[in-house]
């Protein structure tokens, strides 16, 4: 069997709950350890990536969920400070 190859990180996102359905411990390991091959590079910025790659789950998760930013920022607000538009 060839390894490596590139694919969308949401479809590999996406798959994991799939190929382990039953075991939701193994789900979450493999989830936290993704990481792009840009954060194995000397010299990136790897701060800057890592927010970004939580960026891009939180909104794979809320997309997953069928709600848009704005409905899940304003549940968010506890103090009633909305985003301004």
């Known amino acids: 069997m060839e390894s490596g190859?590139?694919?969308?990180?949401?479809?590999?996102?996406q798959a994991i709950p799939n190929a382990f359905p039953n075991n939701p411990e193994i789900r979450e390991l493999i989830a936290d350890q993704l990481k792009p091959d840009i954060l194995l590079q000397k010299g990136s910025d790897?701060?800057?990536?890592k927010l970004e790659?939580?960026?891009?789950?939180?909104t794979n998760k809320i997309a997953k969920?069928?709600?848009d930013i704005k409905s899940m920022f304003k549940e968010w607000d506890k103090d009633g400070n909305e985003l301004r538009k």
Do not use: A, E, S, Y
């Open 5 to 13: 190859g590139d694919c969308l990180i949401f479809d590999l996102l």
């Open 46 to 49: 790897k701060v800057q990536m």
């Open 53 to 58: 790659l939580i960026v891009l789950k939180i």
């Open 65 to 67: 969920t069928g709600r």
